[in-house]
């Protein structure tokens, strides 16, 4: 047993979501993902992704999935030629420094209110709470492509949020996500899996949420909802698993090394028609 994993693990847990998010924003113990820490790089990986598959952001209605209070990603999808880009965050947690640092680069598609820079809304919609909630969905129109990058692994309702998405996208829409199947105190990327459901949720798990869910089971939510679905696995960490596996729950074993060991992965999804 990792003593050190564990008392971090469970400072992380009681810890205020106010002071998590505080940290968070100034990037302070708590690393950001890639849309946030390096939006452009996070924006080239869903065009290089996209290209494999013939398809492309040019002209389309984007809806940027946990977007993080940064409106980099979201300018720069439009600069590329997105049509109309809504950035959707559960959260209300805008970074005003860093998106006043954007205003001489993507003055088109940005504006300062009352001091405080905001979207040109022509251009991008903000969509802040539960995407589940059907008042919010009917805040926007339907949307062509759904794009995320580590995003899925903190959801508390994968299949639920799935659908909401799903309703959201045009009968040949596409998503495209980017998930992190490590645990997030990345030093032991398999030992989240080492404890009980209820030890896990009222002990270990971070107030940023980690699901815990494997490659089975997000090919099981995706193949429900769309009609052809391609998962990528990006890395594997087959000497860490070999470490960690025998202190692993037998519920997040399939007995299949190379689909267990699954670290990092993209799932492009197309939408089934209605």
């Not at 999808?77 to 205003?103: M, T």
């Not at 998962?231 to 000497?239: C, F, Q």
Request: glycine share 4%; net charge neutral.
């Amino acid at each position: 047993m990792k003593i050190r994993y564990l008392l971090l693990r469970l400072v992380r847990h009681f810890m205020p979501e106010g002071i998590a998010r505080f940290l968070l924003k100034q990037r302070w113990i708590i690393r950001p993902g890639l849309e946030s820490s390096d939006p452009l790089a996070a924006v080239d990986q869903y065009i290089k992704a996209l290209v494999q598959y013939g398809k492309s952001i040019k002209d389309q209605r984007v809806l940027v999935f946990g977007y993080g209070g940064r409106f980099a990603v979201g300018v720069e999808l439009l600069k590329q030629g997105a049509s109309h880009v809504v950035l959707c965050d559960h959260f209300v947690l805008l970074d005003q420094e860093r998106n006043l640092e954007l205003l001489p680069k993507y003055s088109d598609y940005l504006q300062v209110v009352n001091g405080e820079v905001l979207p040109r809304p022509e251009q991008i919609t903000l969509l802040h709470g539960d995407i589940r909630d059907a008042k919010l969905q009917a805040q926007i129109s339907t949307v062509d492509l759904v794009l995320s990058t580590s995003v899925y692994e903190h959801l508390d309702d994968v299949d639920g949020i799935t659908s909401a998405l799903v309703n959201l996208t045009t009968p040949q829409g596409v998503h495209l996500h980017f998930v992190d199947l490590r645990d997030h105190y990345f030093k032991f990327p398999f030992e989240m899996l080492s404890y009980s459901e209820y030890v896990w949720r009222n002990f270990l798990n971070p107030t940023s949420n980690l699901n815990r869910f494997r490659l089975t089971n997000y090919r099981e939510v995706f193949n429900a909802y769309f009609q052809k679905v391609d998962i990528v696995v990006l890395d594997r960490l087959e000497s860490d698993f070999r470490v960690a596996r025998s202190r692993i729950r037998p519920e997040f074993l399939t007995g299949d090394e190379a689909e267990d060991s699954v670290a990092l992965i993209y799932i492009l999804a197309e939408v089934k028609k209605r």
